[in-house]
């Protein structure tokens, strides 16, 4: 079974408009890591934010947020005031903490782009 | 600044040929990673390691083995390279982590290699 699922392949939006990205996740573990990652062309993969299972908030970065709901097992990120250098693939990961796994699992992305 | 870097940002060889992918980290991490980029299919891990000499398999470690000789190196050996090892390859590092941290992966920027 798929661990992390991002079922949006392909997103676009407008410049200055707010865009949500989704990221449902399927694990057992009540101890674990959600992350996102920014894949531009180039090629490297850029961190944007993080959310540990038992965090009470929902992470904030700038303008990334994550919309954590934990019982609905989804870690949605949002990026407010999109600007043309987001356009880019994004990855939605999670790391199983109680597993000793240290690698992360990583969904199959979703690439965003910013129409001027 | 964390700095992951890979010895080839593009590289071309033929079936049958030994490969060698380098990667090199400067924050004294103890945990690295190879994991194969493939559209559609996000990142999957090939191999990791949390020490020197030590490793673990991954995900997907058929076709692959990987050396850690020093801390800051881990390469990743394509035996006898296949046409199907066509992809973009990426390694990441990792502090072991502890109370609080996110166990966050910094990457380097990538090896595209092509096996013809």
């Known amino acids: 079974a798929q661990k992390i699922t991002q079922t949006q392949p392909g997103m676009f939006v407008q410049e200055k408009e707010a865009v949500t990205l989704d990221c449902t996740y399927d694990?057992?573990?009540?101890?674990?890591?959600l992350f996102w990652y920014k894949q531009p062309s180039s090629g490297e993969m850029i961190f944007l934010i993080y959310?540990?299972?038992?965090?009470?908030q929902n992470a904030t970065e700038g303008r990334y947020s994550l919309n954590f709901q934990k019982a609905r097992k989804s870690a949605n990120l949002v990026i407010s005031a999109s600007q043309l250098g987001d356009s880019a693939m994004y990855f939605c990961?999670?790391?199983?903490?109680?597993?000793?796994?240290?690698?992360?699992?990583f969904g199959s992305g979703t690439r965003l782009q910013v129409q001027p | 600044d964390v700095k992951v870097t890979q010895s080839s940002r593009y590289l071309v060889k033929r079936t049958g040929e030994k490969v060698f992918l380098e990667c090199v980290q400067d924050?004294?991490?103890?945990?690295m990673f190879w994991y194969r980029q493939d559209p559609g299919l996000g990142l999957r891990l090939i191999y990791f390691s949390y020490d020197v000499k030590m490793k673990e398999k991954g995900d997907i470690p058929e076709g692959y083995s990987v050396s850690r000789e020093k801390k800051e190196r881990f390469s990743l050996i394509l035996e006898s390279a296949s046409t199907n090892q066509t992809s973009m390859y990426l390694c990441a590092s990792s502090s072991p982590g502890g109370q609080g941290s996110t166990y966050e992966q910094y990457f380097g920027p990538g090896t595209r290699l092509t096996v013809t």
């Open positions: 924050m004294d991490h103890e945990n």
């Open positions: 990961a999670m790391r199983e903490k109680s597993t000793g796994r240290r690698a992360l699992t």
């Open positions: 694990t057992s573990d009540p101890s674990y890591g």
């Open positions: 959310q540990g299972s038992y965090d009470q």
